[in-house]
């Protein structure tokens, strides 16, 4: 089946901990993205990707880092010096298109905690 | 600049119709999307709009009046498992496909 994953779908640190959170999709889609989800707040986007190698920052890039060494795969890392990273993260995925706009396609999310 | 403005909850009872309104204010309309949230869970897409009009898909609706920047979801016969947040978004940014969401509007289905 096609689809985006999300691991781990819980995950606990410590304050002062660097933290990776993986999203890998088989749906060949060029773009990636990644969202934070606050409770009563809207998604906010934090990185984007439209093509390997490539990112861009989003709204609330600050303490945020990615990759995209493969179509596949775009993992953020949550650095320390994110002060307030308790959230639920969002990835997604689309095509890309000069003249459409295509659907976003979301994981499941992965709810961060900070001890 | 973009906004999106959505009311924050409602409530409605099994069996009947509601509708969950959606205003925007976007540079360059490129269309509306609506998702659907359960707690705890993904968004999942029901709607994209980009014309005027009522688009209909089962027992959802989305409506959409470009002159007004006005959208809404129209949800008939409701189900308890419609209980959810629903998502209104809009695309910015021209070709990077990336979206602006408003803060979801929090529906209960009472029985």
């Known amino acids: 089946d096609g689809g985006i994953t999300q691991s781990p779908k819980y995950l606990f640190r410590k304050e002062g901990q660097n933290v990776t959170l993986s999203c890998e999709q088989n749906?060949?889609?060029?773009?990636m993205y990644w969202y934070r989800q606050d409770p009563g707040q809207g998604l906010r986007l934090i990185y984007y990707s439209q093509i390997v190698n490539d990112f861009q920052k989003g709204d609330i890039a600050e303490g945020y880092s990615v990759s995209r060494e493969k179509k596949e795969s775009f993992p953020l890392t949550v650095t320390s010096a994110q002060k307030n990273p308790t959230a639920f993260y969002l990835c997604a995925s689309s095509q890309i298109g000069r003249t459409s706009t295509y659907t976003q396609y979301f994981g499941p999310g992965t709810r961060l905690t900070v001890l | 600049g973009q906004n999106i403005d959505q009311p924050t909850e409602m409530t409605a009872t099994e069996g009947a119709i509601v509708q969950i309104n959606c205003t925007y204010q976007t540079s360059g309309f490129n269309g509306l999307f609506w998702y659907q949230q359960h707690a705890g869970e993904a968004p999942t897409f029901l709607s994209y709009?980009?014309?005027?009009g009522l688009e209909e898909k089962g027992r959802f609706s989305s409506f959409l009046s470009r002159s007004k920047g006005y959208s809404y979801l129209l949800l008939k016969e409701l189900q308890m498992k419609d209980s959810a947040s629903y998502l209104c978004a809009v695309p910015y940014g021209g070709a990077t496909n990336k979206l602006i969401f408003g803060t979801g509007t929090l529906l209960a289905v009472q029985p």
């Open positions: 709009n980009v014309l005027d």
């Open positions: 749906l060949n889609h060029d773009a």
